[in-house]
């Protein structure tokens, strides 16, 4: 049986003895409740179809820009949580929060890419890759190519 997203709320509110009420555990508690799979999995599907269905308003570089900086406005927003910044702080956990970004960033690229290439289809403009060079690699190009890019890095080190 699922329990009621009132009694998840409640459930979240072990706080450890001598802890003083904030103004955040509010917050703290309702995102704790999104994050129970049976509700976190079917609310990432639905903003996923969203994102799916209006990625041509959601990639546009003004939408985009208010995306990233409400983003990092609530991950700085979270440091302030002791816990969190705890973790976020270790030089192991330093990677992933440039990953997230770029995870972010990268999704956002080819999302616009994709638009830019359904308007120009819709206008009957060439696509953006069309001007690219369409010399398949094969496996003795890519052997060499690698082996030119392992002698560079080597130097580099």
Not at 5 to 21: D, K, T, V, W, Y
Not at 89 to 104: E, F, R, S
Request: hydrophobic share 50%; proline share 7%.
């Amino acid at each position: 049986m699922v329990p009621a997203f009132g009694e998840i709320l409640a459930s979240a509110n072990n706080r450890p003895a001598g802890h003083q009420p904030g103004v955040a555990d509010g917050l703290k508690d309702f995102i704790n409740g999104l994050c129970e799979p049976y509700i976190f999995v079917p609310l990432t599907v639905v903003l996923l179809m969203v994102v799916l269905v209006g990625y041509r308003r959601l990639t546009k570089p003004a939408a985009a820009w208010m995306i990233g900086i409400g983003f990092t406005l609530f991950y700085i927003l979270s440091a302030f949580d002791p816990d969190f910044l705890k973790i976020i702080a270790k030089p192991d956990n330093v990677p992933i929060t440039m990953m997230i970004y770029l995870t972010g960033f990268c999704l956002w690229l080819g999302l616009r890419q994709a638009a830019i290439n359904d308007e120009n289809s819709e206008k009957g403009r060439p696509l953006i890759e069309s001007g690219a060079d369409d010399k398949v690699l094969v496996w003795p190009d890519l052997v060499y190519t690698e082996m030119i890019c392992l002698v560079l890095c080597t130097v580099v080190l």
